[in-house]
């Protein structure tokens, strides 16, 4: 009996692979070297993989026998599928969804790229016991691409995350902790309902994520990168993340591991365009990087701060960060008063090896109610982890509701070196406490700053427990010149008669003195242009203790 003829195949609903089929029929006959696919290929030797349906391209994830009708186990097809992509080959999903029963992991032996196609891997009975939905390690210097893949897990409304080992997340690239992986780039993908992090990459010298959308209901953060020399997370969307409100849930989050700094700091972090709504602690979070820009996003509805951008600890440190054109806006359906602040800058911890600086600036902060406009802490270490330079200017505040516009938070003996608070507005707005609380810096100016139409308790500007002079000028509410402000410090050793130099540029209105010994009686009984004079006397009238005299000027 004669060898079958090849024959053209019939036409497949797939038009790349029918077209595929025909140059393997044409150049069989002709007596060329056919296409591969119908044989196991060197990655998929290498993975331990026999395809299941060879009338898919290698890589094809119908090759391995996916179904994809989110009723049958695809575990092991996506598996397999996957292992065949960490040994090199592109892997292609299609636009159906996969029911899985576990994790889909593996090592990396080649960088991977991953052509999601719209495919959806679904986790329906994922614990917060259990693993990533889909998990790529690698611990060589390889890339890793992952393009329109969308992942959920099994997160119900009231799940609650464990926050700890085993990470039950979406998508996942990890390095180790030398940050080895190379290129890590996300994009277009999305990550819903997880007890951990939607999209998260650590270890890596560049990571990328980028225009993922519908990352949504997942119970730590929605993106997370940490230990990345340079960060970029750029055009994304992310919705309700947390577990309980205040307590965690950060909407974007950019750091360094809490355990340990072996990897070093961040270097470059940015964090751009994206749409961060509903986050249950912070929305923007970067706990990290030694170059950090925060621009252009919008942040609506959080429990603690909108952005946030602090030195913590030795592991956790930041140095130049500029946070501009950004929109933050409250949400009181979801939560009635924000604990911390729209913008929440600074350093506190000890053994602080960065000195940092910031920029607040052309930020627009709508609908708010919280403690704080801008909140800014200090260190607890002197000379070392001081804030350098603050620069906040430019800013719009809109029918918000805070204690303070701009707060100063200091932790002894820590201080700011440089303070300018400038140009910036309010209108419409209420202050329950003081406009602006400013203490313990070298140089600090306040000038042009405007409140309008606004409920405010007090007009003062507070300059609190510094040994040196702010200067403060042209500040307007409702179109008056209002430049009330107060200072307040100690002088020590000072005898019955002497004089304090308070350092303020005009002479106050007023002045109150008290002293380090109970027994005696301070008063102040003159006051100049650069000083003011104190009596200190005993109960009986006599001259007091020389002592350490606690005062307060008020100028206007």
């Not at 029918?18 to 070297?33: C, M, Q």
């Not at 301070?522 to 009986?540: L, M, P, R, W």
């Amino acid at each position: 009996m004669s060898a079958a003829v090849p024959r053209l195949p019939p036409a497949h609903p797939d038009q790349v692979t029918s077209n595929r089929r025909v140059a393997e029929t044409v150049n069989n006959i002709l007596g060329f070297k056919h296409d591969d696919s119908r044989i196991q290929t060197a990655a998929e030797v290498a993975a331990g993989v026999t395809p299941v349906n060879y009338a898919y391209a290698p890589g094809d994830v119908r090759r391995y026998g996916a179904k994809g009708d989110d009723a049958t186990d695809d575990t092991l097809a996506l598996q397999s599928w996957l292992n065949v992509g960490l040994q090199g080959t592109p892997l292609q999903g299609h636009p159906f969804t996969c029911k899985i029963k576990a994790s889909i992991s593996g090592m990396a032996a080649a960088s991977v790229l991953v052509h999601g196609n719209g495919m959806t891997i679904h986790w329906a009975a994922q614990t917060s016991a259990d693993a990533e939905v889909f998990r790529i390690n690698t611990t060589t210097a390889v890339d890793v691409t992952v393009r329109n893949l969308k992942v959920q897990g099994g997160r119900t409304t009231s799940g609650i995350g464990n926050g700890s080992a085993p990470f039950a997340s979406g998508i996942a690239i990890y390095g180790t902790t030398a940050q080895n992986a190379g290129t890590v780039i996300i994009e277009a993908c999305q990550a819903q309902q997880t007890f951990y992090v939607g999209i998260e990459a650590h270890f890596a010298e560049n990571v990328r994520i980028l225009r993922c959308v519908n990352v949504f209901h997942n119970a730590y953060a929605g993106i997370m990168v940490t230990d990345a020399v340079h960060t970029t997370i750029d055009g994304n969307q992310v919705d309700d993340s947390g577990n309980t409100m205040i307590t965690d849930g950060y909407g974007i989050t950019s750091a360094t591991s809490y355990s340990t700094s072996t990897s070093g700091w961040n270097d470059t972090v940015v964090i751009c365009n994206n749409l961060v709504t509903s986050s249950k602690r912070k929305g923007i979070d970067c706990h990290s990087g030694l170059s950090v820009k925060i621009f252009g996003n919008k942040v609506v509805g959080f429990g603690n701060s909108g952005i946030y951008a602090i030195c913590e600890d030795a592991f956790k440190e930041v140095r130049d960060v500029q946070i501009f054109g950004n929109t933050v806006v409250g949400k009181t359906a979801f939560v009635t008063s924000a604990s911390g602040a729209a913008v929440d800058i600074g350093a506190f911890g000890n053994n602080l090896a960065q000195q940092p600086s910031f920029v607040v600036r052309d930020n627009k902060v709508i609908d708010l109610v919280a403690t704080y406009g801008v909140s800014l802490t200090n260190s607890t270490t002197a000379s070392v982890g001081d804030v350098q330079s603050v620069d906040i200017h430019s800013n719009q505040f809109e029918s918000c509701t805070f204690d303070i516009l701009v707060f100063t938070n200091n932790n002894t003996p820590g201080r700011y070196r440089s303070i300018n608070v400038s140009y910036n507005s309010a209108v419409l707005c209420t202050l329950n406490t003081e406009w602006m609380a400013l203490q313990k810096y070298d140089n600090c100016n306040v000038f042009g700053n405007t409140l309008a139409a606004c409920t405010v308790t007090s007009n003062l500007i507070a300059f609190d427990d510094t040994s040196k002079v702010g200067s403060i000028g042209d500040n307007l509410v409702d179109g008056v010149l209002t430049n009330l402000y107060r200072k307040q410090s100690f002088t020590a050793a000072v005898v019955d008669g002497g004089t304090i130099t308070h350092g303020m540029t005009i002479t106050p209105l007023s002045v109150i003195a008290c002293g380090s010994v109970a027994a005696n009686i301070v008063s102040v009984t003159a006051i100049g242009s650069g000083t003011f004079t104190v009596s200190i006397k005993t109960g009986a009238g006599a001259p007091g203790t020389t002592q350490t005299i606690y005062w307060q000027a008020q100028c206007l």
